[in-house]
Each structure stands twice: as structure tokens, then as C-alpha cells.
């Protein structure tokens, strides 16, 4: 079993935060939290050891198990790894370069990041791509969402007037909306 880091941590104490059993309400939240989202990522730069295993569609089983095949990826050890040659070019002395690899980032880096990847992935997909998430777990379908236009939409009536008056009528404008896809990998498909 693998050992926890402080990224893990971090992941299980947000479920804490947002699973029903702890909440006064019995309810599970999955409100938005804009500084949940930083700390991750502030967690995750900061654990250059952290491995996630990625399992990909395209890989088949080739020792006939059925059991899906997984790549192990250090996203941020990678990161890591792609600043330095930036901080060669800037005249850096590759002793300072390679601090790079342990020097822990501060959150105001991670709010950046993550601000950033999260207009690269709006404007990526408003281009009319898919964004595909990684599967990490074994049980875990292939997330993928997309934005698409919704049609103008005319409703007639209101459902929720109680004094008959049904002659009102709604027009929802042509929007943007997302659309998702939980392609089931073929490890957890079996024919009978």
C-alpha cells in the first residue's frame, strides 16, 4: 500500500469537508472553492514525489487478464524538471538550477497556476475540444467533457404558479453549456 504525502492528506481532509456523514446538513457539498482548489495545487507542486498512475485506453492487456494497464507519472517532478532549462538561459549556475528540484513553491505560484490552466482548459474547449481527464483509478470511467451551443428554448406556462396562470412564456437564449462523457473502459466491460 502506498504511503500518504501531504497531498493525499490534503485530498482526504477536502472529502472530509464535503462528505455527507460530516456535514450538520447530512448532505454532501460540492460547492466551489476557489481556495481548496490553490491548496491542491500548492500541495501537489510542493510533492514532487507524488505518483499517480494513469491507465490509458490505448494500452491493452497483453497478458490476457483483462486488467488494465497503468504508467506512473510525477506531474510534479516533471514541472520541476521543465524550469530549469528556463533558469539555464537566464544565467542561473546549474547548482541553483537543481534547488529547483526541493525548493518549496508558495501559494501565490499555485493560485497562478491554477488560474492559469483554468482559462487554457475554458478557451481549449470553447475552441470545440474535449477535455479528457486522466483515469486514476482502476474503477474509474474516462471524464471527458465538452462546451457546446444549446438552441434558443421557448417555454410556455409556469409550473410553479398555483393561481392557473399558465400563460406566461420563457425564452432561454442561445447559450454555452457543458456537456459530458463517461466512456467505460474495456477492463470494466464483460460479455456474457
Same mark, same amino acid.
Given at each position: ?14 472529502? !472530509? ?20 482548489? #490553490? ?26 487478464? !483483462? ?40 501559494? #501565490? ?34 471524464? #471527458? ?6 438552441? #434558443?428554448?421557448?417555454?410556455? !406556462? ?5 393561481? !392557473? ?28
Amino acid at each position: 500500500m502506498k504511503t500518504k504525502d501531504s497531498y493525499d492528506m490534503l485530498i482526504d481532509e477536502i472529502r !472530509g469537508k464535503t462528505s455527507a456523514s460530516n456535514r450538520a446538513s447530512g448532505k454532501a457539498s460540492s460547492a466551489v472553492s476557489k481556495s481548496d482548489m #490553490e491548496n491542491c495545487v500548492l500541495s501537489l507542486m510542493n510533492s514532487p514525489d507524488h505518483t499517480f498512475t494513469q491507465y490509458s485506453f490505448s494500452s491493452k492487456d497483453t497478458s490476457g487478464t !483483462g486488467e488494465p494497464v497503468g504508467v506512473d507519472k510525477k506531474p510534479s517532478a516533471r514541472y520541476r524538471a521543465a524550469l530549469k532549462p528556463m533558469l539555464r538561459k537566464l544565467g542561473m549556475d546549474k547548482h541553483d538550477v537543481d534547488a529547483v528540484e526541493t525548493i518549496p513553491f508558495d501559494k #501565490e505560484h499555485a493560485a497562478a497556476a491554477a488560474e492559469l490552466i483554468t482559462y487554457a482548459v475554458h478557451d481549449y474547449m470553447l475552441a470545440g475540444r474535449k477535455f479528457a481527464f486522466p483515469v486514476t483509478e482502476p474503477d474509474e470511467c474516462r471524464l #471527458e467533457i465538452a462546451c457546446q451551443k444549446a438552441p #434558443e428554448r421557448v417555454s410556455v !406556462g409556469n409550473r410553479f404558479k398555483k393561481d !392557473g396562470d399558465n400563460d406566461s412564456v420563457t425564452v432561454t437564449k442561445e447559450r454555452t453549456v457543458i456537456k459530458a462523457k463517461n466512456a467505460v473502459p474495456y477492463w470494466l466491460k464483460e460479455s456474457k
